[in-house]
């Protein structure tokens, strides 16, 4: 069955780097999404992706944040410059055009810890 | 703004029924969804309901939907021990399709 993936399953880095997080959507799904959940907290929708551009943003996807799908097949959410508060776990979502209630398929998740 | 609520825990033995409750607040949700999330691992799509319907069953899961009060749940029969898991209520708004999730139930299934 296919499934969503993600890389690394869990990063650590200092405050101030970068880190780039990987996803690879389900091959012939069209919509990405990243959501976060910080320990103990919702899960928080971040952005959403069609046809290469940003269809919606929240609050929290700020000027640190970007997203892109460098080829046919990966989707990377890119912060800039970490904060501890980015510290959660990252889960990246995608799905088809119509499929069943147009329900998203999550990947397993990449834990951020931010030192 | 849209908010989902739902209580924290909740505790059933082997072989009972298990319901999970959830509030919604944007009335013009299309879709609202049940995901399942087991230890170490991702949210798992379990089920789903249309917002023109009232009750959706699959399998051992039946899903309630009272669209005047806002309110979904989840009954799942015959709970096993591998039922154990956080389960999330989301709602799916018409703009966009972002997902609005809840707090997320943690289900322990004693033997």
């Known amino acids: 069955e296919p499934e969503v993936t993600q890389t690394p399953s869990h990063q650590v880095t200092q405050m101030g780097q970068e880190v780039i997080l990987r996803c690879v959507p389900i091959?012939?799904?069209?919509?990405f999404y990243w959501y976060r959940q910080i320990l103990g907290q919702k899960v928080e929708f971040l952005v959403s992706f069609y046809n290469n551009e940003i269809s919606e943003k929240s609050e929290i996807f700020d000027d640190q944040f970007s997203v892109e799908r460098p080829d046919g097949s990966n989707f990377t959410l890119k912060i800039r410059s970490t904060k501890l508060e980015d510290s959660a776990m990252y889960f990246c979502?995608?799905?088809?055009?119509?499929?069943?209630?147009?329900?998203?398929?999550f990947g397993p998740g990449t834990r951020l810890t931010v030192l | 703004g849209e908010d989902v609520e739902q209580s924290l825990f909740l505790s059933v033995r082997e072989g009972d029924s298990s319901v999970i409750n959830c509030t919604y607040t944007?009335?013009?949700?299309?879709?609202l969804y049940w995901y399942k999330q087991e230890p170490g691992a991702g949210l798992q799509l379990l089920t789903y309901?249309?917002?023109?319907?009232d009750m959706k069953q699959d399998q051992r899961l039946t899903v309630l939907l009272n669209k005047k009060d806002k309110h979904l749940s989840l009954r799942i029969a015959d709970t096993q021990t591998g039922d154990s898991a956080i389960y999330f209520c989301a709602e799916r708004g018409n703009q966009g399709g972002k997902l609005i999730f809840g707090q997320g139930t943690e289900l322990s299934v004693k033997p």
């Open positions: 091959s012939n799904h069209l919509y």
């Open positions: 979502a995608s799905r088809s055009a119509g499929g069943a209630a147009f329900g998203q398929f």
């Open positions: 944007d009335s013009s949700s299309t879709y």
């Open positions: 309901i249309f917002s023109n319907m």
